[in-house]
């Protein structure tokens, strides 16, 4: 039963770009959040996504960041024009169900460099 | 709003000596308190967790206990090993957030052989 994956591993992007991030939660997980660890700081809660449904959104910026999580595939991070300030590791997590007796299950995350 | 302030590292050990990194917490229901660990290169993974007051999370030779009245969950290890080498998360959640966690900054170990 393979992991949270979590791809690309490294996305580098110049200003203005967009960048896509990808989550696959592990076989049966229908819950994934996404978490942000900007430089030298903690990991901050994003979004948190069941399947076609944005079910939490209070840690996301308001502007030029967006979140889904279809009914085929996987969640999807989107940045659009980034700026230098989003250059971070993206951890995606996943679980079977909501509550805190779910395990969370990170990936490896992916490290966004905006050049 | 609820937080987490855990000890600033680098910490650097050696190998068989004991470990401890302090975290405190405020927060605005009853958490549950979370240790977790980041090895160079993965995600991060549970360690150990405690639901209610007094509990002792433990897991690999790590231990924690839920102290509500010094607001606090330190981290403990008798004994670590170079592979304990790892960034370590302190991180709370109140019901009904779920797993939508508050993590501290992180603590970075590294254990000489």
């Known amino acids: 039963n393979a992991g949270v994956m979590q791809n690309p591993r490294h996305l580098v992007r110049r200003r203005g770009q967009e960048a896509r991030l990808r989550c696959s939660p592990m076989?049966?997980?229908?819950?994934v959040y996404w978490y942000r660890q900007l430089p030298e700081e903690g990991l901050k809660f994003m979004v948190y996504l069941q399947k076609e449904n944005i079910i939490d959104e209070s840690g996301m910026p308001k502007e030029r960041f967006s979140a889904e999580f279809p009914k085929e595939g996987p969640s999807i991070l989107r940045i659009q024009q980034v700026v230098r300030g989003d250059s971070a590791a993206y951890f995606c997590?996943?679980?079977?169900?909501?509550?805190?007796?779910?395990?969370?299950?990170f990936g490896s995350g992916t490290q966004l460099s905006v050049l | 709003g609820d937080s987490v302030t855990q000890m600033e590292g680098p910490v650097t050990l050696s190998e068989e000596a004991f470990l401890t990194i302090n975290c405190t917490y405020t927060?605005?229901?009853?958490?549950?308190l979370f240790w977790y660990v980041q090895y160079p290169g993965e995600g991060l993974q549970l360690l150990l967790k405690?639901?209610?007051?007094?509990d002792k999370g433990s897991n690999k030779g790590f231990e924690a206990t839920y102290r509500k009245e010094t607001t606090s969950f330190h981290l403990e290890k008798g004994s670590v090993q170079v592979s304990d080498s790892a960034v370590y998360f302190c991180a709370l959640s109140v019901e009904p957030a779920g797993n939508k966690l508050t993590f501290g900054g992180g603590t970075r170990v590294l254990v000489k052989p």
């Open positions: 405690a639901t209610k007051a007094d």
């Open positions: 927060a605005t229901g009853y958490p549950s």
């Open positions: 997590a996943s679980s079977p169900l909501s509550g805190l007796e779910e395990k969370l299950f």
């Open positions: 076989k049966g997980h229908s819950h």
